[in-house]
């Protein structure tokens, strides 16, 4: 097995932070950067305008580790996360965690092996420990395709993606083939993951490699955002054979998901979501729309 720390040419890692209001718990995310079994890392962390003081608790961290730290206005999560990679990032991999999350200690020294060992893929993921306001372990997610095809099974989670984001590591190259973040679009990982998927191989590491700190602010838990995304991401892919029955699922799954609640964006999705009148969540739907 590879020992990677007694070497002097390992592959850099540039970890991007994108920091935003988690001045509670961004010390305890960057430390868990630092203290990484793997060394060979540029860490770059960038504060999206946040109104807290993470900007002071940054600086001071920055100073006290060395690494890249930026304070900016506010322009959204892809288009910092494209600033890091284009003006900043110079490693082999890139692998990005939010700044309430946090990696277990040898999340990138298991990731690079991986790579390093399997160069069929250029991106891999692993599991995550779902946490709660406490770091107190809820669950753990994330698992491995259940087909070779890995891009149709993504396109169609629509339990939920398989990949846990705070642990994906991907080769910076393929950037220059698939583009940058979409920075119009609320899920911005799903989005990339997919067009990686089309693109090249994908490996899974089946053990937890980070934590994922679950929170009310989480952007995970706007359901009108996340609905609407999903659809104009989903439209992206409308050359494949398949797209009239995977966008009317998703069309049904957001009239289902947003009756109850959101009703008025849930209208616009009625019709689509008519095309599926024989199941049973098109009728729920339409209940909840009119009664829930």
């Not at 592959?11 to 961004?26: D, E, G, M, Q, T």
């Not at 964006?265 to 339409?286: C, D, H, I, N, Q």
Request: charged fraction near 25%.
């Amino acid at each position: 097995m590879k020992a990677f720390n007694n070497q002097t040419n390992n592959p850099l890692v540039s970890v991007i932070v994108p920091s935003y209001n988690h001045a509670l718990y961004i010390e305890n995310c960057i430390r868990s950067i630092v203290n990484q079994s793997y060394k060979d890392i540029q860490l770059i962390v960038i504060d999206d305008g946040s109104s807290d003081n993470s900007v002071e608790l940054l600086t001071k961290l920055s100073k006290e580790y060395g690494f890249i730290f930026v304070s900016q206005k506010n322009i959204g999560l892809s288009a910092t996360l494209n600033r890091g990679i284009k003006q900043y990032a110079k490693g082999k991999y890139i692998t990005i965690v939010a700044s309430d999350d946090w990696w277990l200690p040898n999340k990138i020294e298991t990731q690079v092996r991986f790579l390093e060992e399997h160069p069929q893929f250029k991106m891999c993921y692993g599991k995550a420990n779902v946490v709660d306001e406490h770091g107190e372990i809820k669950y753990t997610y994330g698992n491995a395709p259940k087909t070779d095809d890995f891009f149709k099974e993504l396109i169609n989670a629509t339990e939920g993606s398989f990949i846990p984001v705070l642990t994906v590591m991907y080769e910076r190259e393929i950037h220059d083939v698939i583009g940058y973040y979409d920075e119009k679009s609320y899920i911005e990982d799903w989005d990339m993951h997919l067009r990686i998927a089309y693109k090249y191989s994908i490996g899974f590491i089946n053990e937890p490699l980070a934590c994922y700190r679950y929170h009310g602010s989480n952007m995970s838990s706007n359901t009108v955002k996340m609905m609407n995304a999903m659809i104009n991401i989903v439209k992206k892919w409308n050359h494949l054979s398949d797209y009239s029955r995977i966008i009317n699922k998703w069309e049904l799954i957001a009239f289902r998901q947003l009756a109850k609640n959101h009703k008025k964006e849930a209208r616009k999705y009625l019709l689509p979501a008519s095309k599926s009148f024989y199941k049973v969540g098109f009728w729920r739907g339409v209940f909840n729309l009119i009664i829930g």
